[in-house]
């Protein structure tokens, strides 16, 4: 059973910064395209960036330029830098493994992460 545990949000200022992780356990997920999503309440969560086992990485337009996913294979784990943050990117965000191609999340959903921006 794959675990995945959020941590690293808070509430911060316009135009500051956080860095969030995902340690994952169950499941060595070395060769695992990773990915972060949000949520915001009564919306649908959305992908905001992806990273294969490569490296590779692709983010939404929303974030492009602001946030920076990479990955620790070694601890299992994965971070999503982000930068000038907006208000618009308060929410609740979570990580999952992804299904190659449609990017479907694998895994059950951890608790998230909680992200506030004030303006």
């Known amino acids: 059973q794959v675990q995945l545990v959020e941590s690293g949000g808070g509430l911060v200022q316009a135009g500051g910064s956080l860095r969030l992780s995902c340690a994952a356990s169950?499941?060595?997920?070395?060769?695992?395209?990773m990915g972060w999503f949000r949520q915001t309440p009564g919306k649908e969560r959305t992908l905001v960036a992806r990273?294969?086992?490569?490296?590779?990485?692709n983010y939404a337009d929303s974030v492009k330029g602001r946030f920076t996913i990479s990955r620790d294979n070694a601890k299992n784990t994965v971070y999503l830098q982000m930068n000038s943050l907006k208000p618009e990117d308060t929410a609740v965000y979570y990580c999952?493994?992804?299904?190659?191609?449609?990017?479907?999340?694998?895994?059950?959903w951890g608790q998230g992460t909680q992200v506030t921006i004030s303006s």
């Open positions: 169950g499941r060595t997920f070395s060769r695992d395209l």
């Open positions: 990273i294969n086992w490569m490296g590779l990485a």
């Open positions: 999952n493994i992804l299904t190659v191609g449609t990017y479907s999340p694998v895994a059950s």
